[in-house]
T-cell receptor, first 113, second 113 residues
Framework: EAAVTQSPRNKVAVTGGKVTLSCNQT?????MYWYRQDTGHGLRLIHY???????EKGDIPDGYKASRPSQENFSLILELATPSQTSVYFC????????????FGPGTRLTVL | GEQVEQRPPHLSVREGDSAVITCTYT??????FFWYKQEPGASLQLLMK?????EINEGQGFTVLLNKKDKRLSLNLTAAHPGDSAAYFC????????????FGTGTRLQVLP
């Protein structure tokens, strides 16, 4: 069964609204990541975490917050959504170590109107 | 920081032909490299990971070449078939103990029958 799940899979939000994207992993990995995928940009790292209680800024953190309440769960929060945040968001988990690959969730398609 | 350029953005080949996707990176201290495949509407799946000490890595139907001198990584699908139609992303691990990777912008491959 899927080891990294995301909810919701699709979301339509209004400008200025609050959006929370959730990610759950059963891999027991310490590290978790949030990316957004846009045409022409590949995947860009928003926030990541080394374990419960930790969050770190990635390459494009502005406008996003993250929360890691447990080993299994990692949330991405858009406090005031904007149309520029319309994208596909992927969560991933990975073990410690530079040679460890990341395991991706199915993605969430977010549209901000 | 690390920058990864991936070419070409789109590639169309006939079944049985070879297809080559290339990534160039900037950080000479990059040691770990990954190729991911993303089928339409799906998430990313690891295709291969390579360590900088090995220049040629062979998988099932493809070869990954690493040229550290030129800071270039390439994926060569030797005899493409329609099932290879997907987006391909390289990823480069540019820093130690963080598990952070930088993704290329992706190549959308279409294999025509």
């Amino acid at each position: 069964e899927a080891a990294v799940t995301q909810s919701p899979r699709n979301k339509v939000a209004v400008t200025g609204g609050k959006v929370t994207l959730s990610c759950n992993q059963t891999n027991n990995h310490n590290n978790m990541y949030w990316y957004r995928q846009d045409t022409g940009h590949g995947l860009r790292l928003i926030h990541y975490s080394y374990g419960a209680g930790s969050t770190e800024k990635g390459d494009i953190p502005d406008g996003y917050k993250a929360s890691r309440p447990s080993q299994e769960n990692f949330s991405l929060i858009l406090e005031l959504a904007t149309p520029s945040q319309t994208s596909v968001y992927f969560c991933a988990s990975g073990e410690l170590g530079d040679y460890a690959e990341q395991f991706f969730g199915p993605g969430t398609r977010l549209t901000v109107l | 920081g690390e920058q990864v350029e991936q070419r070409p953005p789109h590639l169309s080949v006939r079944e049985g032909d070879s297809a080559v996707i290339t990534c160039t990176y900037t950080d000479p201290n990059s040691y770990y490299f990954f190729w991911y495949k993303q089928e339409p509407g799906a998430s990313l799946q690891l295709l291969m990971k390579v360590f900088s000490s090995t220049e040629i890595n062979e998988g099932q139907g493809f070869t990954v070449l690493l040229n550290k001198k030129d800071k270039r990584l390439s994926l060569n699908l030797t005899a493409a078939h329609p099932g290879d139609s997907a987006a391909y992303f390289c990823a480069v691990s540019a820093s130690s103990n963080t598990n952070k990777v930088v993704f290329g912008t992706g190549t959308r491959l279409q294999v025509l029958p």
